[in-house]
């Protein structure tokens, strides 16, 4: 595997269920985050890990909850979610937060709640 | 508040050149990317501006100009796959990206 890839790739579930997305990036990067995209709006930065240490939460209801466990790792857990949540859910990574170089990105997870 | 504006939708023909416009008012400026996304795809970075001026790469440039708020994605000798969404993003004094919503660009042959 290369780049920055996620699982999975479509999830559908239930206001009542509990999912996990799970992100790996292949690049040596020491920043990963989490971002929603939903149609026609910006892309929405929900947190930030750099070196494993959580550094933003950008007013992200707490029914989204990251894990961190090492720099290549990155997870999204999912509980009580709303219809409103169902989004693209893209990870990236970077060498570090405050380098000068670009994000990379996965293809995302499509999360649709019903 | 941070906000990044970009046209919603540009269409242009096979062959011609298309400009993308970006304007941003944001808390610090630590550099503006752009990016591409295809339909149903992840966004790939197309370049970075920290200085004023036009930066080439290819059949792609992109211009900065700090005083004013502004930049612009220059794409020449357009191909069909170059249809997608183009995102314009501002790093600021936080070091976090600010996103636009994206400009869909449709190539016509």
């Known amino acids: 595997e290369t780049g920055v890839t996620q699982t999975p790739r479509h999830l559908v579930m239930g206001m009542t269920n509990k999912k996990s997305l799970k992100c790996e990036q292949h690049?040596?990067?020491?920043?990963m985050y989490w971002y929603k995209q939903s149609a026609k709006k910006p892309l929405e930065l929900m947190f930030v890990?750099?070196?494993?240490?959580?550094?933003e939460n950008n007013s992200v209801p707490s029914r989204f909850s990251p894990e961190c466990p090492n720099s290549s790792h990155l997870f999204l857990h999912l509980h009580t979610l709303q219809p409103e949540d169902s989004a693209l859910y893209l990870c990236?990574?970077?060498?570090?937060?405050?380098?000068?170089?670009?994000?990379?990105f996965g293809p995302g997870t499509r999360l649709t709640v019903l | 508040g941070q906000n990044i504006d970009q046209p919603t939708e540009m269409t242009a023909t096979e062959g011609a050149i298309v400009q993308i416009n970006c304007t941003y008012q944001?808390?610090?400026?630590?550099?503006l990317f752009w990016y591409q996304q295809h339909a149903g795809e992840a966004p790939t970075f197309l370049s970075y501006?920290?200085l004023d001026g036009l930066e080439e790469k290819g059949r792609f440039s992109s211009f900065l100009s700090r005083s004013k708020g502004y930049s612009y994605l220059l794409l020449k000798e357009l191909q069909m796959k170059d249809s997608a969404s183009y995102l314009c993003?501002?790093?600021?004094?936080?070091?976090?990206?600010?996103w636009g919503a994206g400009t869909k660009l449709i190539i016509k042959p």
């Open positions: 990236a990574s970077s060498q570090d937060k405050e380098a000068y170089n670009e994000q990379f």
């Open positions: 690049l040596g990067h020491n920043a």
């Open positions: 890990y750099n070196f494993k240490e959580q550094t």
């Open positions: 944001t808390s610090g400026f630590n550099g």
């Open positions: 501006n920290v």
């Open positions: 993003a501002v790093r600021d004094s936080n070091y976090q990206l600010i």
